[in-house]
């Protein structure tokens, strides 16, 4: 079955402490992104992949990192979480950077404390 | 830039009853997509139907459909035939197909409406 996997899906945690959020896409997709929504905000892209090795920023960048040293991961790393950063994040992949939908994982919900 | 703009924060409908939800768009492209997602309470993002600017004839999902009018850069949400498992929030999405400022291949959404269906 087609799909983008995160991981984990739910995760308390506390300031300061880094914590990395898998993404996981077995379409052999080149493009992969993460979002994060917020109530009265909608979606907003965090960081984005055109192929492996190659990531650059989305909107909003402060506080994450990101590699893609394997086509079908796209790990997104918060190396000292604050409580801003609670927030649902969305991994998403499409087959290139200009091409049709974008395909979400489910979701994975972070509160840092 | 290119925005999103969803009027309608909320909207109701009797189930088997028709519902139309509103999307207007800004940009200077001429290329691009439009999307409907639809964010059920499990939050998983699924799309609901998409659209081509270069097509002229409006996409159609079985009970999704749209009316995109390119010039007045609206492209509308109908579901017929509404049913309980169509409650969501519904978000209007534009994609360039072109390269414009730093995020490349960048879905650009709109705040959403908030769909509910009465039994």
């Known amino acids: 079955e087609a799909q983008v996997t995160q991981n984990p899906r739910y995760l308390i945690t506390v300031t300061g402490k880094k914590l990395t959020v898998t993404c996981s896409q077995n379409?052999?997709?080149?493009?992969m992104s993460w979002y994060r929504q917020d109530p009265g905000l909608g979606l907003r892209q965090i960081y984005y992949?055109?192929?492996?090795?190659?990531?650059d920023k989305g909107d909003v960048p402060e506080g994450y990192k990101v590699s893609r040293k394997e086509k079908r991961n796209f790990p997104l790393i918060l190396e000292s979480p604050s409580p801003n950063q609670t927030s649902l994040y969305f991994c998403a992949s499409s087959l290139f950077r200009d091409v049709g939908e974008l395909f979400f994982g489910e979701g994975s919900r972070l509160t840092v404390l | 830039a290119q925005t999103v703009t969803q009027s309608q924060p909320e909207m109701s409908v009797q189930e088997a009853e028709t519902v139309t939800l509103s999307c207007t768009y800004d940009?200077?492209?001429?290329?691009?997509?439009l999307f409907w997602y639809k964010q059920p309470p499990s939050r998983q993002m699924i799309l609901v139907i998409r659209?081509?600017?270069?097509?002229?004839q409006n996409a159609t999902e079985n009970r999704f459909s749209v009316n995109f009018q390119k010039a007045a850069k609206s492209f509308s949400l109908k579901i017929s035939d509404s049913q309980l498992g169509d409650a969501a929030m519904y978000f209007c999405?534009?994609?360039?197909?072109?390269?414009?400022?730093?995020?490349?291949?960048?879905?650009?959404f709109g705040k959403g409406t908030k769909l509910s269906v009465k039994p």
């Open positions: 940009t200077s492209e001429s290329d691009y997509y």
């Open positions: 992949s055109m192929n492996v090795e190659v990531t």
């Open positions: 659209q081509e600017a270069y097509k002229q």
């Open positions: 379409m052999n997709h080149e493009y």
């Open positions: 999405a534009y994609r360039s197909l072109m390269n414009y400022g730093g995020s490349q291949g960048n879905l650009i």
